[in-house]
């Protein structure tokens, strides 16, 4: 067992293993219903894959991603990419996802937030609406967790694929992976929900309410409707600046900007904006020219809505799951904090499930279930073996 | 000791106490120099006293108030107002601060958010500035919270009072009580700082800045020059909205609002906004009636701007106190966390001072500090007395 543990680390640790080269692929429904009763059609989604599929499609791993991420969990497109997907960390040969063993999907959301991407495809308001040839904007349905798993399921169905080794994400990503194992359980062997919950709770719907805010308050956002006029740019960094702050812990994010204590500027003159501020704008405005601020308020609506099951008692709904379960909230999360984990791995346990629970240690807070997720790879790769 | 308890719950719980009718009292320094330069001319705050002074004034405690709050921290106008002070639970006749023993006094800060409520006085940019004959607006100095505790020395000045036996904040009222044995350490004998902190984290300046931001993007504020259009309501609403929410745990702020998952009509219509968003906001709506835009924004950058000493090294500032302390943040503050109280006490622990600490129980978070107080009264009673 240890000598197994500590071969695996030299594998993660050595460094030697050439990232992968990966290829986004399109998936297209002629026509999707959404939970609320509307047609999208067509809608387009974006996916990546990892490993090998073996002969009776029971290998196949699937990766749900975050609000801000896409299909891109691993790998690069090019050999000189500046950086590899976010979980590429776990994900490959000889990781704690091992690519040897494992076919490892990944696929884009609707309304993802990496509308301008090009390595992203996704359908929402920002896409051309081939009924009217116009942008959607917010005549877009409201979608749900409920409906990306739906179009998850479709792309798997296209393939082939019956059953899931496993389902695991990430914060937005735990939201489906835990929709999947609700509506699927006899498909879903293994759920792993990391930075997650299985609800999503009044005070943190509100929360993300406040993102939505500074797009719906800025004058340009014309009620959606600027795909001519050009984006609500102010409002859109501003929203990814707050969800920049509210995925770290003051710990890490205190050393990345001005001190605000030698900030002389702001106590000569009330208008003067604290330069740490002006540093974190400066950042979102440069991600705000991939993204599109209705897809924003599009993924809070999703998140908002969010309750295993979507029904009326998301308790009860998590006693359908059949999945072996392991909760990897991460200890220093100010924004979806190990207290929903906990009282999600509860209420599974309640229903009769045995959930395992462990914490991501580290700094970073929320971010510690992306950028921190090696601490827990031995428990991703002891679990999923 | 254990009789002694005894009795002091009983006093506390017994409600025989008739409420102690309190008067506005008003001070005025006919100039007033702030720590950046600038002059305010005349500069008028409240106070309000409980208890009597006694012949040597040695029985003097000092209440410095939080952000939202006023010199009104005990006892009632007339007896028929709705409630008494913030803190009535441990001010009064056989409380933990017994007026029977203490001359406690309490004032507004300059700023003050209340600037039209009636029970409060306060000179800030809703003031007319009597060199112009306009209201200061955005004219009005940057003010600190160093500023604020000279006002306070001139008031206790004026009344010849050179002592405290002790003095005593929530929250922004605890930078004050910090301040005041950081400047004043022969004078201040005892410290207790409640839910707060010796310094602003560049991470809690930054969400402070949240606050201000609906403010600064209402069109209706109009730099500040808003008094006659009417003020930036929506902005202004939507600022006390947050602030509600982030003194305020989940555990508390769940079940005052309706549930998210219960809200059908966010899953039909992208515009429409959460019922529980609205309830928030409607509430403060009503709050912002009292208050004044630009005062907000004022007492946002005295905050962001705050460390002990209000120089280059807050824990060196530190060494200068010389007064007996007792930390008290609450354990679930998700505001001002109880880690900050932990690293002002460590700084002066470093510095040579034996600080006290322990922490406030409660499902209420930051507000634990404030409505639920009476959960330490046994402990500043003993450390008082």
Known sequence: MF???????????SGTVQAMLVQKQRFTLDSF????????????????????????????????????????????????????????????????????????????TPVN?????????????????PATGKRYGLSFPVVTIGDFVEVQKALLDSLGIAKLHAVIGPSMGSFQAIEWAVRYPEQVQRLIPVIG?????????IKLQRWAYPILQDPAWHNGNYYDSGQP????????????????????FNPRYSAISADAGIHQDITALPQAWQQLLAQARLRAEKQDANHILYLVRASQLWRAGMGDNWQHALSRVKAKTLFLPATGDLLLPPQLSKHSAEAMTAAGNKPHYAEIPGSFGHLDGVVGISAVAQQIHAFLN
Chains 1, 2 share one sequence.
Request: glycine share 8%.
């Open 113 to 129: 937030a990496n509308a301008f991407d090009s390595n992203v495809i996704t359908t929402g308001p920002a896409t051309i609406n």
């Open 3 to 13: 000598s197994k543990i500590i071969l695996f680390l030299c594998v993660i640790a």
């Open 233 to 252: 740019l102010q409002g859109l960094s501003t929203a990814l600046a707050y969800i920049t702050q509210d995925a770290l812990h003051p710990d890490s």
């Open 197 to 205: 919950s299985a609800y999503m709770d009044t005070y943190s719907a």
């Open 33 to 108: 219903t959404t939970e609320n009763g509307q047609t999208i059609a067509p809608l387009n989604v974006g996916w990546e894959a990892y490993g090998k599929l073996n002969a009776d499609k029971s290998n196949v791993i699937l990766i749900t991603h975050y609000f801000s991420g896409s299909s891109h969990a691993a790998g690069k497109y090019h050999a000189d990419d500046a950086a590899p997907g976010y979980w590429d960390a776990i994900i490959g040969q000889g990781k704690a996802i091992d690519t040897d063993k494992f076919y490892v999907i990944s696929s884009d």
